[in-house]
């Protein structure tokens, strides 16, 4: 997915020095990104052991909507307004997301078992750290892949929402595959579109904006991973 619609300065430097501002932003991002799942598996256990706070999200149709409406305005407009906030505010928010998609996804907690869940996130976590050494590493350009997955994902959605009101099992399972395919491909592109905008990015200030809105990416492909991979293995329901 991309960030900016405009680039920052490019370096044309020494090489060394490119290098090492790729290292530092893409630690930066790896660090936030992990961050924000911490933030979001504390919210949802917290939420998931307190009747109360699952009452006031899930039992209150407006709390429940406002939250997924706000998740996904954030989703979209942090990346595209990154570059007119402070570092500070940009991160703040990506933290703030990361809250409401921990107590959004605390239910999962009571739909399957401990095991199933913690054996699905060792899952997400080897494929999509593969996942992303490829996209790190690897020399072919992924920009048309990024692009054919974006497009699919957007059929994906569009899939979502009509089997909400169709509920076959079948096409679930269908969209469950296929939400893992574009998830595993979208981690190896948006590590290649984070590493490409790193190179280009002199500018501190630009490079730590660009550092969060590449974990916000990643961090949206690690949870939509593993949330797909979750309804595959989930047989083992409570």
Do not use: H
Request: proline letters at 1%; glycine letters at 8%.
């Amino acid at each position: 997915m991309d960030y900016f619609n405009q680039q920052a300065n490019q370096s044309y430097g020494d090489s060394s020095a490119v290098v090492t501002q790729t290292n530092a932003v893409m630690r930066r991002v790896y660090v936030r990104m992990t961050i924000g799942l911490l933030v979001s598996a504390f919210v949802a256990l917290g939420v998931a052991s307190s009747r109360a706070a699952l009452m006031f999200i899930f039992g209150n149709q407006l709390v429940f909507w406002g939250m997924a409406i706000a998740m996904f305005v954030m989703a979209w407009v942090l990346p595209s307004r990154a570059m007119k906030m402070s570092s500070g505010l940009c991160f703040g928010l990506f933290l703030l997301f990361s809250a409401l998609m921990g107590a959004w996804m605390a239910p999962i907690f009571l739909a399957y078992k401990l095991g199933t869940i913690v054996y699905t996130f060792f899952i997400t976590a080897g494929t999509f750290g593969a996942m992303s050494v490829y996209g790190y590493f690897t020399k072919s350009d992924l920009s048309r892949m990024g692009s054919i997955l974006v497009m699919a994902l957007f059929g994906l959605i569009i899939a979502s929402v009509v089997n909400i009101f169709w509920a076959n099992s079948t096409l679930e399972w269908i969209i469950s595959i296929a939400g893992v395919l574009i998830f595993v491909g979208l981690t190896a592109y948006d590590t290649q579109q984070v590493k490409t905008l790193s190179r280009m990015n002199t500018n501190p200030a630009v490079a730590d904006r660009l550092a969060t809105i590449g974990a916000l990416n990643l961090y949206l492909d690690f949870i939509n991973l593993f949330l797909f991979l979750l309804r595959i293995f989930g047989g083992n329901r409570d």
